[in-house]
């Protein structure tokens, strides 16, 4: 499967989050749960955007149907939910994505809502975060679940629960293994596999393990990349 390159977006600042979008990148996560984006950040956010050059996804606090249905309805082409640890978690999530007969996600006129019902509806990206001993558990069924579009793992949270060391989780390729199993779950379900890595080598090790969806920045990662860049073409005289 296709490696799909994004960039997790923390700084709540909306401006940076819409330049984000335009700097190659497959896909942007702009965190609600652990990040600074607020319901007004968010709101601030999708209002900068023109064109859409990549799609742009929201991890919301918690598995709540109106943090979703906000998400969604302020712009986001989909939402990342954490902590669902059984199919009838990662059924919920789901039904809060999408609008009747589907789901139960309510009709608001913000910005990331249709005009009317008229209106052909765009199918939201709904992924649940594996990151519980308890999911990894209920892998296939989670995965399984109607609607989902992926299982997106959330590394180091994954390793707290299950008392590994985070590159022990990451290299570890031997079948049963918690990282290859949530692979296969994906690929028998027909849906990718997605993770949060924020380094090159985290990146390469998640890549290696069959991760499509990779987190491979973060937004102040890419800062600080971009102001080494800048100041390594200073010559020594000007340095």
């Not at 965190?31 to 799609?55: C, K, N, P």
């Not at 598995?63 to 919920?92: Q, Y």
């Given at each position: 499967?296709?490696?799909?390159?994004?960039?997790?977006?923390?700084?709540?600042?909306?401006?940076?989050?819409?330049?984000?979008?335009?700097?190659?990148?497959?896909?942007?996560?702009?965190?609600?749960?652990?990040?600074?984006?607020?319901?007004?950040?968010?709101?601030?956010?999708?209002?900068?955007?023109?064109?859409?050059?990549?799609?742009?996804?929201?991890?919301?606090?918690?598995?709540?149907?109106?943090?979703?249905?906000?998400?969604?309805?302020?712009?986001?082409?989909?939402?990342?939910?954490?902590?669902?640890?059984t199919a009838e978690h990662a059924e919920s999530a789901v039904a809060a994505a999408h609008y009747p007969p589907r789901g139960r996600r309510s009709?608001?006129?913000?910005?990331?809502?249709?005009?009317?019902?008229?209106?052909?509806?765009?199918?939201?990206?709904?992924?649940?975060?594996?990151?519980?001993?308890?999911?990894?558990?209920?892998?296939?069924?989670?995965?399984?679940?109607?609607?989902?579009?992926?299982?997106?793992?959330?590394?180091?949270?994954?390793?707290?629960?299950?008392?590994?060391?985070?590159?022990?989780?990451?290299?570890?390729?031997?079948?049963?293994?918690?990282?290859?199993?949530?692979?296969?779950?994906?690929?028998?379900?027909?849906?990718?596999?997605?993770?949060?890595?924020?380094?090159?080598d985290r990146t390469r090790a998640l890549q290696e393990q069959g991760f499509a969806w990779i987190a491979v920045a973060t937004d102040t990662g890419?800062?600080?990349?971009?102001?080494?860049?800048?100041?390594?073409?200073?010559?020594?005289?000007?340095?």
């Amino acid at each position: 499967m296709t490696t799909k390159p994004g960039v997790w977006v923390t700084l709540g600042e909306p401006r940076t989050a819409a330049e984000l979008e335009h700097a190659g990148f497959d896909w942007l996560g702009l965190d609600a749960q652990h990040g600074h984006f607020d319901d007004r950040a968010l709101r601030d956010s999708f209002a900068l955007r023109r064109d859409r050059e990549a799609t742009v996804l929201v991890r919301v606090a918690a598995n709540d149907p109106t943090l979703i249905g906000r998400a969604l309805d302020a712009g986001a082409d989909g939402v990342i939910v954490p902590l669902v640890d059984t199919a009838e978690h990662a059924e919920s999530a789901v039904a809060a994505a999408h609008y009747p007969p589907r789901g139960r996600r309510s009709w608001g006129p913000l910005p990331g809502t249709p005009a009317g019902s008229g209106t052909v509806v765009p199918v939201p990206f709904c992924a649940v975060m594996v990151e519980t001993a308890l999911a990894v558990e209920n892998l296939d069924a989670i995965a399984a679940t109607p609607g989902l579009d992926m299982l997106f793992v959330g590394p180091f949270d994954l390793s707290l629960a299950l008392g590994l060391d985070v590159d022990d989780l990451l290299s570890d390729r031997s079948e049963h293994a918690p990282l290859p199993t949530i692979v296969r779950a994906c690929r028998t379900a027909g849906i990718p596999a997605g993770a949060y890595a924020g380094s090159p080598d985290r990146t390469r090790a998640l890549q290696e393990q069959g991760f499509a969806w990779i987190a491979v920045a973060t937004d102040t990662g890419v800062l600080h990349q971009g102001s080494a860049a800048a100041r390594a073409g200073l010559s020594a005289d000007d340095s």
